[in-house]
Each structure stands twice: as structure tokens, then as C-alpha cells.
């Protein structure tokens, strides 16, 4: 496929507003495409360069794209900045820039999906002192053979942010639609797969085979996930259930082959080289090959300590001796999902912890089974005083759902009214504040992903994280108007809240009364925010209390 009908496609589908006759688009293109096409397709359409299990990154900001571009249309940076700031779409704007340029236009090379995906993967692994120029001369080759429209796409790509409003709901759909095969299937071997490039590519040459998919070791697949809920209406549904402490740390996966191990953080990043004494105490306390999920916590004198601490001993990836000295990492194991070559997650829960319990020799998670609600209560309390944020509640005859936030896990902590949002934009501070954001521009995600805008943040950030949010958010400005700046959309905040209201001030519909930030949600990727449905079944339940 030429790339120029990609980004036809990409401008129909941008211009619709429906995800019904988004699907219907997807699906009549994803027959024509060739083998090593389709699954390109279908990970650039989401903005996705590489599958989801994949730790590749482009390594391409804003910044580099903006040199890039000044040097293919043959102006000042400052000007390409400018046009920027004025705009606001990084994509449009440089479509209009390339159109101004067009006249003196000389095609080398006609750019297809493949062509334009093999030079992504060689930005991606460039390496060594000269990274950034090699980057940069390869975004200047595809900049210089595009057409102006075929600039929007591209240039979206390269920051990954496509948001023509396909989401991974959608491209599920298509498929099923395009081959015949039903929804469901195409879910079940997403889950395994974590990648749906790959799926679509079953779905075309071997339906069948999507029944029988298989966990990869070191393909990492999504981490489940738990809803708020109460003790008494779990209990009441289900009668006996297993609760657990809700530790206050970081999710990871580990897996286990061959005598090579390596572990995963909850966005799916390879953490192995900064957790070397986790990997290590994993790897010692079995002798299978095995991927398990669970929580790392960090200790000091025996007392868990906040999920902050580990985070940032985490980032301190260049002195990992020191750091680890100063604070112990300790992981708690609760659940398995491939154990020597079989993939366990279609099993029922009990039997998953009864084989986890065989397997491995250490950090098992402790965990009750009961249908009291009083018993439960006191664990719960229990938990709480032995430093942990709240319990979990997980069903037993449950699957293990990757990526899935269902009925099957239930969290219950203290502070209920907390609610995770993606920073979209800041405002310059005043006084002392000038040269730091003030606040912070706040956006949920409606079901296709779109990111709609709900609140703004500005207090519960002490001088110290004031600081260091500038540092982070600096290079990811994207544009300027008056004295509000737009980010690249990728950091999460965890904000606490008062009230939900209902708002005609923000694109959402709703605002937050009183909104505070409590912390970054760096483990956490903008894909796991708050959903309009989310929001609305709060809206609901906050009303039903009163
Ligand atoms: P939240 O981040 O508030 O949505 O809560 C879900 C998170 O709790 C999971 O992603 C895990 O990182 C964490 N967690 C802590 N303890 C457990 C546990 N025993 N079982 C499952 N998840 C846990």
C-alpha cells in the first residue's frame, strides 16, 4: 500500500465522526493488504509503530521533528516553532508547511506502509553518539519524499499520537468483521498476543488458529486490572472469595526461559536491567520456566514504604548498587500464567494459585478464602496497619483477563475519590511561580480514545514537585497560546477530588470540585485513564449516597 492511501484513509476516517462506520472502513482494507502490510496497518492506524508487547521505542520528541521539518521546508526553526505555537496540530501544521514548499518539490522516492515502517525501525534501533543525527536525517529523508497530506500522518507517527479517534475497540471490531470471525475470538487472542497486528494476520491466513493461541515468554502481555467495589456486594455475588493486601508498590511481570529471566513494569517496559536483585530473587526461588504477575514493594527496617520510594529507586537506573543498599526490594507473587510452556489463564483462579503455590518457593502473596463479611473487614483493617493501601478481592472460579478492568478484581482502599487523568496542558505560573506550570489541563478518554478535557489542577504540589514537573513537561510542549501551553499527552496524574459536577466548561461534561494533585502515575500509561463511561458510572454512584 502506497503511503499516500494510508493517509487518505487516515483523512476519511479523521473527518467521521461514528466508530460504526470507522470499523466498516477498516474492515473493507484489511482484505487487500498483503501479509506483511496488515499488521503495519493496523498498529499505525492507533498510532502504534511497534506491537504493544514490544519495549521499541522510536526515541523521536517534538523537538527533533520541529529541526526536521525547518530543514525540509528550508526556514528557521523558530519559524517552524511559531506556525506551532499558532496552531496547535502539530499534524496540520505540517501539512500547510509542506504545501507552501510544494513547488519546488523534487520526489525521490515514493514512500510506502513498508518502506516508511522499516525506516521507524531503524530510528528505533540506532544507538551510539550519533543517534540523535541519524534520527533526524531519517525523519528529514520521509519529510522530503512527503506529500503535504501524507506529512499530517507521518508526522503524527513519529510522536505516536495519531488520535484520528481509532481505538483498540475498533480495530477489534474490524477484524472480526473483515474475516468472518466472532468479536470474542478476536478478543481471547488479543489477550494472549498482546499484539493486534498479529491477531489480524490469524484472522486473515489461519481463523482457526486464534482459538489455540499461546503466551510468548518475553512478550509481555497486559497486566489486569481492579475496579472499587464493596465487601458486602462481593460477597453477597459470590459468596466464598480470596482477599489479599493491596500492597502499595509497583506491578511487574516476570518471565522465566531457558535460563533467561527478565522483568516487566505495568506498561510493559523491560525493567531487567534496573531491578537486577528482583530478577534475582525470583529466579532463585524456581525452577521452572514461568511468567508470573505480582507487586514489588520497597522495605526499610521491615516496614513497607510508599509507592513513591520505589519509583524513584527504580528511575535511578545508574546506581543500582547504591540504591539497592539503601532500601530492599521485596516482590509478593499472586498469580500465574504460563508455566512451562502452557498458558494458564483460561483456568479458574484457585487452581492458578494452587500451581503458583507448587511452583514457587517464596513471595507468595498471603491470601485468605472466606464468605464473611466480618472477617473480611477485619483483613481488610489488618492490611491497612500493616502498611499496605487497602485489599483486594478477586473471584475464584475467575480467568486471568490481561489488560481487563472487570468485576473479577476488586479493590476496596480508604480514599475512594481518586481518579486518574492524562495532563494535556499547563499555565504559566505568577509571582515566584512565573518561569514554573502553575496548573495543570486535565483530560479523560471517551471510548475510542479521544481525549476530552475535565479539569484543571493546581494545588497539592509542593515547591519540590512543582520543580520537578517543569523539568519533565519542558520538552514536551508542543504549542503556546497566550499563557497556556499544550503537552505531548503521555504523563498520568493521579488527582483527588471532592465532588464530581456536571459542566458545560469542559469537554467532557463534568468538572471536579476541588481537585488536588496527590501524585505522578508514572507506572501508568495514558490508555489507563478515566473513561467517559467510568466517569458517568461515578457520577451515578456519588448521587445514589447522598
Ligand atoms: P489501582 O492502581 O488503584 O487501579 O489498583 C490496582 C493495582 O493494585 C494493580 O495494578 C496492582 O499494581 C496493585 N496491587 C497491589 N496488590 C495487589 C494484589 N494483591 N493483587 C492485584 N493487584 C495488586
Known amino acids: 500500500m502506497q503511503f499516500v492511501e494510508f493517509a487518505a484513509i487516515c483523512k476519511k476516517i479523521e473527518e467521521i465522526p461514528g466508530r460504526l462506520e470507522t470499523a466498516d472502513i477498516l474492515a473493507a482494507e484489511f482484505p487487500h493488504l498483503s501479509e506483511e502490510e496488515l499488521p503495519v496497518f493496523v498498529r499505525f492506524m492507533r498510532g502504534k509503530l511497534f506491537p504493544d508487547w514490544s519495549s521499541e521505542k522510536l526515541g523521536f520528541g517534538p523537538s527533533l521533528l520541529y529541526d526536521a521539518l525547518a530543514y525540509v521546508i528550508g526556514k528557521k526553526r523558530s519559524y517552524v516553532v511559531s506556525a506551532i505555537n499558532n496552531a496547535g496540530d502539530v499534524g496540520k501544521v ?24 522499516d525506516r521507524f525501525l531503524l530510528m528505533a534501533k540506532t544507538s551510539g553518539r550519533r543517534t540523535q543525527q541519524e ?8 519529510l522530503s519524499n512527503a506529500t503535504p497530506l501524507e506529512g499530517r500522518y507521518l508526522a503524527r507517527l513519529m510522536l505516536e499520537e495519531m488520535r484520528i479517534g481509532v481505538g483498540e475497540g475498533v ?24 499484539d493486534l497486528g498479529q491477531v489480524a494476520v490469524l484472522a486473515k491466513t489461519d481463523p482457526a488458529r486464534l482459538f489455540d493461541v499461546h503466551i510468548t515468554i518475553f512478550r509481555p502481555v497486559k497486566m489486569m486490572l481492579a475496579q472499587q467495589g464493596s465487601i458486602s456486594a462481593m460477597v453477597a455475588t459470590h459468596g466464598k472469595i480470596a482477599a ?7 506491578r511487574f511481570q516476570f518471565h522465566k526461559a531457558n535460563g533467561k529471566a527478565a522483568i516487566y513494569s505495568r506498561r510493559l517496559e523491560d525493567m531487567t536491567a534496573s531491578l537486577p536483585d528482583v530478577v534475582e530473587m525470583l ?8 511468567i508470573i504477575d505480582g507487586e514489588v ?6 516496614k513497607p514504604m510508599p509507592f513513591q520510594t520505589v519509583l524513584r529507586r527504580i528511575r535511578r537506573k545508574h546506581d543500582i548498587g547504591g540504591a539497592a543498599d539503601a532500601i530492599t526490594l521485596c516482590p509478593r507473587v499472586f498469580d500465574i500464567l504460563v508455566l512451562d510452556g502452557e498458558t494458564l489463564i483460561d483456568m479458574p483462579f484457585t487452581r492458578r494459585r494452587e500451581i503458583l503455590e507448587s511452583v514457587l518457593t517464596d513471595y507468595v502473596a498471603p491470601q485468605i478464602v472466606s464468605d464473611s463479611v466480618d472477617e473480611l473487614e477485619t483483613f481488610y483493617h489488618e492490611s491497612l ?4 493501601e487497602g485489599m483486594m478481592l478477586k473471584v475464584l472460579d475467575s480467568p486471568y483477563l490481561p489488560g481487563n478492568r472487570g468485576k473479577y478484581w476488586i479493590k476496596i482502599k480508604p480514599e475512594v475519590d481518586t481518579i486518574d487523568l492524562v495532563v494535556i496542558g499547563a499555565e504559566w505560573g505568577e509571582g515566584k511561580r512565573a518561569k514554573m506550570f502553575g496548573s495543570f489541563l486535565l483530560a479523560c478518554q471517551d471510548e475510542t480514545g479521544r481525549l476530552l478535557e475535565i479539569s484543571r489542577v493546581a494545588t497539592g504540589i509542593d515547591d519540590s514537585m512543582l520543580a520537578a514537573l517543569y523539568d519533565l513537561f519542558k520538552d514536551r510542549i508542543i504549542s503556546e497560546k497566550g499563557k497556556t501551553v499544550f503537552f505531548e499527552q503521555d504523563v498520568v496524574f493521579e488527582v483527588g477530588y471532592a465532588e464530581l459536577q456536571k459542566s458545560t466548561n469542559y469537554a467532557a461534561g463534568y468538572a471536579l470540585r476541588f481537585p488536588r494533585f496527590i501524585r505522578l502515575r508514572d507506572d501508568k500509561d495514558v490508555s489507563e485513564i478515566e473513561t467517559m463511561e467510568s466517569l458517568t458510572r461515578r457520577y451515578s454512584l456519588q448521587n445514589k449516597e447522598e
Not at 283 to 290: E, S
Open 94 to 117: 505540517v501539512e500547510t508547511l509542506l504545501e507552501k514548499r510544494e513547488q519546488t518539490m523534487f520526489f525521490s522516492e515514493e514512500l510506502n506502509l513498508l518502506n516508511v515502517y
Open 283 to 290: 529466579n532463585l526461588a524456581t525452577t521452572h520456566d514461568v
Open 171 to 194: 480495530v477489534k471490531d474490524a477484524v472480526a468483521k473483515a474475516f468472518g470471525v466472532l468479536p470474542e475470538t478476536v478478543e481471547h487472542a488479543h489477550q494472549a498476543l498482546n
Open 244 to 250: 489479599e493486601n493491596k500492597y502499595d508498590g509497583s
Open 297 to 302: 514493594i520497597a522495605m526499610m527496617n521491615g
Open 135 to 142: 534520527r533526524l536525517r531519517s525523519a528529514q529523508y520521509l
Open 385 to 388: 496497619d500493616r502498611g499496605n
